[in-house]
């Protein structure tokens, strides 16, 4: 710093020096020189002055940018705060996960390095690893990451399926791979339901449980949704799914069953779904399904919710119900009539209830 300060020091000297020297005086000029020329010279002694103004102005605006940038002159990381090593940031988060985050199980930790100035942690949870970041002073924990300086696809859902090259065929298989508390896989469930009511007899739509990242209520949604479809049918399942994700109040039980219960018995009620019926399913045949949906998400390599699937290619997609439309449509040999149909171009928010949100291409 004392370095930086002594070289700006020599930069305004070196520029004092260049202005333009005092020049002669009304007695120093020659009588030969006409009285334009004094003229002249009166106006230009101003300017000097502002000339040394200007310098000192361009002084202050340089050292008030780098105090900015170096937060008043402290060279710290990217919170400001003192820098943990990397053991002790490790075990910071994952005391945070495993605690706050309520994952059922334990994550555990495979790795940790210096990335773009934060910490790079892998984790282990399920058999599965896990990317995330946190700052270097284990107060800011990022889930994931967008890297900014790789190409995006670019143009409307169709255009990027065709960049994608999806496999085409008579009745796409499509697949939504998420949590079922994930903000994010609520959103795009939310903007897939529209498709599902006008081209389920099109096209097979599924969704697929992943795990419990958020913790065992997690699995429980998941559980009871897949008894719902086990036990009413696949159209059932999906009016479950819009009360249930339409209901804001859901999501601020935080997992406490007490708190969740009586809003599930009156979704039941709502469409006439058996509690008991569901709760019998849950405690025999769930399971098994669970688990082979999670092993088909470990099959594609698939951790994050949401996840978009067709014909066993993964997906990048607006989480609006156009360009989800748009993207399956693009997969069959010939687009049934309801491709022609325009649903809503504007992002389903993120989490319970059914406003609007810009678009969002984080996850769980």
């Known amino acids: 710093m004392e370095s930086f300060l002594n070289k700006l020091h020599f930069t305004f000297k070196k520029m004092e020096e260049e202005l333009p020297k005092e020049e002669l005086s009304k007695e120093e000029l ?22 040394t103004w200007k310098i000192y102005g361009i002084a202050i605006t340089i050292l008030l940018i780098f105090a900015i940038f170096t937060r008043g002159f402290s060279f710290t990381n990217i919170t400001g705060g003192a820098t943990l090593n990397e053991d002790l940031a490790a075990e910071k988060a994952l005391d945070f996960i495993n605690n706050n985050l309520m994952i059922t199980g334990q994550a555990t930790l495979k790795s940790i390095k210096e990335e773009n100035n934060l910490y790079r942690i892998e984790l282990e949870f399920q058999g599965e690893t896990i990317e ?20 995006m696809l670019q143009g409307s859902a169709t255009q990027q399926a065709t960049q994608q090259e999806i496999p085409k065929s008579d009745k796409p298989i499509v697949e939504a791979f998420v949590f ?18 006008l081209l389920k007899d099109k096209a097979e739509i599924n969704l697929v449980a992943i795990g419990a990242m958020h913790g065992e209520y997690e699995k429980v949604e998941s559980l009871r949704l897949i008894c719902v479809e086990k036990e009413y049918g696949k159209d059932k399942s999906w009016d479950y799914l819009e ?35 569901i709760n019998s399913c849950m405690d025999k045949d769930a399971e098994a399904i669970y688990q082979d949906q999670n092993s088909r998400a470990k099959e594609l390599g698939i951790s994050g919710s949401p996840t978009f699937v067709i014909n066993n290619e993964k997906v990048q997609v607006n989480r609006d119900s156009e360009s989800v439309k748009e993207a399956i449509c693009s997969a069959f040999n010939k687009a049934p009539n309801g491709c022609s149909e325009t649903l809503s171009s504007q992002a389903a ?3 319970f209830g059914y406003s609007s949100s810009s678009g969002s291409t984080a996850t769980c």
Do not use: H, V
């Open 349 to 351: 928010s993120q989490g």
């Open 243 to 277: 009360e249930f994700m339409g209901n804001t109040e859901l999501g601020d039980c935080r997992g406490t069953e007490s708190c969740i219960k009586p809003f599930i018995e009156n979704i039941f009620k709502d469409l006439n779904i058996d509690k008991n019926k």
């Open 30 to 51: 020659p009588e030969k020189e006409s009285p334009e020329i004094i003229q002249k010279e009166e106006i230009q002694k101003p300017e000097k002055k502002n000339n």
């Open 132 to 151: 995330s970041y946190i700052s270097k002073d284990g107060k800011l924990l990022f889930p994931n990451a967008i890297p900014l300086e790789e190409p």
């Open 180 to 197: 079922s508390y994930c903000p994010y896989g609520l959103q795009f469930q939310k903007a897939l339901l529209p498709i599902y009511k």
